[in-house]
């Protein structure tokens, strides 16, 4: 399938610090990829050199194997980024029209409605006069209002309560079922994990992973199975297999952690070990995710 | 084009529902018209043609004003609160979204004139032959440009709150030092010579003199042209090294 976004050798110097370095990713049409990563990963600068809005220090940024800025991919992606207050003066409805009328294609002020959860009276409302929550909506109908194959959300549902947000990742999803690429941003991994089927795991500037939600889950979080044995248990006896990477004891249990944790268990039978209170735990990618950005700072 | 149209629609529209607009642009200058004509009793030899100069210093100043201030702070603000942002996401081209702000402003402008005019003949029964009215209403309509350029150019302030205080302070000063509330001759000498090489000055005389039967002098032409050359080429290069980022 034909790459829409092909990024190469990203990278963004801000006063002798990298917000990004050395970032490369292609997507493919119809996937939908989370940007995932805390807080200053360099998520946000990363969209924006993607949209062209902010020159990389180097590198390079293809969409539809074109400049970024170019008016015929400006006609075919769709935008809504963080902090974007809505220029005031008009009424929503009008707000709508007036940006639908930039795109040679653009969806239906109908459908706009439909797909956003906005009423009737949302739209005779002017633009100032919105709660956080409206705006938002407003911003995504503004997305999506040239009926964008390429969308980019920049922490979409940052402001929006849980209503809102249930209703934009389904529209989301009935988007990615029509085929639409889709890219957002979160430092939720739950969103991450529900509605992207590739995740980019950012930190400090970086990709540290990149894969579809199970995989990343299934490298990141660690499995361990954990007992009370009432003798020592030599180190060796389950450190020298090669699904083991760890072994320990905490509050008077001993925690083998594992890949895979049937082949924990069996061994254990296997060696009739005199062990009690036999435990299995599977790391949730909450953890894992902490895991992953507190090692990697580590590491720096 | 039909892009151009329904932007520079949306930003008429904006225009109007501004509250500020409505007070700075056209109740003040017809409040002090009333005054300077009506209520204070100014020792003029002729009262017919001072009301006439009066109605121009108070349009140039009500044209002026939203010049300046509207165009240059909503920029600011625009920029501040990420919505230019957003438009560059889009396909809309910059140079149209700037055009259709500059011929909204325009449009209101003449809406601004028309208004001021109407006073001018139901307070005072100001009575110029047709042609004068429409050569002073293009004058000042056209001479509003370099003003535009002006606003473009506090439009490239980085804060709202210096925006406003900045265009406020040189909006005053070049309506007081112009002529525009006192005529020239009674004002300082220093200020008169500053004055007659403002843009303010250079604007209202072309009115003025237009309404009493002569062209505008060469010097207020080439004087404004001057300005918007400055004005724009300052506020394109400014701009332009703000978007190098």
């Known amino acids: ?300 | 084009m039909k892009t151009i149209i329904h932007q520079c629609k949306a930003e008429i529209l904006r225009m109007f529902r501004n509250p500020y607009y409505i007070f700075w642009s056209l109740f003040m200058p017809i409040v002090f018209y009333v005054i300077f004509t009506k209520i204070v009793n100014i020792q003029v030899p002729d009262k017919k043609v001072w009301d006439a100069h009066y109605l121009m210093s108070m349009t140039t100043f009500s044209v002026m004003g939203s010049a300046i201030m509207t165009m240059g702070i909503r920029i600011v603000q625009e920029r501040k609160e990420g919505w230019t942002t957003f438009i560059k996401t889009t396909p809309l081209s910059g140079s149209v979204y700037f055009l259709a702000k500059m011929m909204g402003q325009t449009v209101v402008h003449l809406f601004s004139i028309i208004v001021i005019f109407i006073a001018g003949v139901l307070i005072n029964g100001v009575s110029l032959p047709i042609h004068v009215w429409f050569l002073s209403g293009a004058w000042i309509l056209l001479g509003s440009l370099p003003f535009l350029g002006l606003g473009a150019l506090v439009g490239t302030m980085k804060r709202v709150d210096t925006a406003t205080g900045i265009s406020n302070m040189v909006y005053m000063l070049l309506a007081i030092s112009g002529g525009m509330w006192m005529p020239m001759d009674i004002l300082p000498k220093m200020v008169q010579k500053v004055g007659s090489w403002l843009p303010s000055y250079n604007f209202g005389n072309g009115a003025w003199e237009i309404i009493r039967g002569q062209s505008p002098e060469l010097k207020n032409i080439a004087i404004l042209a001057a300005y918007l050359l400055i004005f724009m080429v300052l506020s394109t290069y400014i701009r332009r090294k703000q978007e190098a980022v």
């Open chain 1, 1 to 300: 399938m034909e790459s829409v976004v092909e990024i190469t050798g990203l990278t963004k110097t801000f006063k002798d610090k990298n917000a990004v370095s050395d970032v490369s990713f292609s997507i493919k049409r119809g996937e939908v990829v989370a940007i995932l990563g805390p807080n200053g990963a360099g998520k946000t600068t990363t969209m924006l050199m993607m949209l062209g809005l902010l020159s990389p220090s180097k590198g390079d940024v293809k969409l539809f194997e074109k400049d970024p800025k170019s008016k015929s991919v400006r006609e075919k992606i769709g935008v809504m980024l963080q902090e974007v207050s809505i220029m005031d003066g008009l009424k929503v409805k009008e707000i709508i029209s007036l940006i639908r009328q930039y795109y040679p294609e653009p969806y239906s002020l109908n459908h706009l409605i439909r797909i956003t959860g906005l009423d009737q009276d949302d739209l005779k409302k002017r633009t100032e006069k919105l709660s956080g929550g409206q705006k938002r909506r407003v911003g995504f109908a503004l997305a999506l209002a040239g009926n964008p194959d390429l969308l980019f959300f920049d922490e979409p549902t940052v402001g929006m309560d849980i209503s809102a947000r249930k209703l934009f990742w389904q529209t989301v999803k009935e988007l990615a079922d029509k085929g639409k690429t889709i890219l957002f941003s979160t430092h939720y991994l739950q969103e991450a994990d529900d509605i992207a089927d590739r995740i980019l795991l950012f930190n400090e500037g970086k990709i540290i992973a990149d894969g579809k939600p199970e995989e990343i889950k299934k490298k990141l979080s660690k499995q361990s199975v954990s007992f009370i044995a009432d003798h020592t248990i030599p180190r060796k006896m389950f450190l020298e297999l090669s699904y083991v990477s760890d072994m320990y004891e905490k509050d008077g249990r001993i925690y083998i952690v594992a890949e895979d944790t049937d082949l924990v268990l069996t061994r254990i039978f296997e060696l009739k070990l005199q062990v009690k209170d036999i435990r299995v735990e599977k790391g949730r990618l909450e953890e894992a995710f902490e895991q992953l950005t507190t090692e990697n700072r580590e590491a720096i």
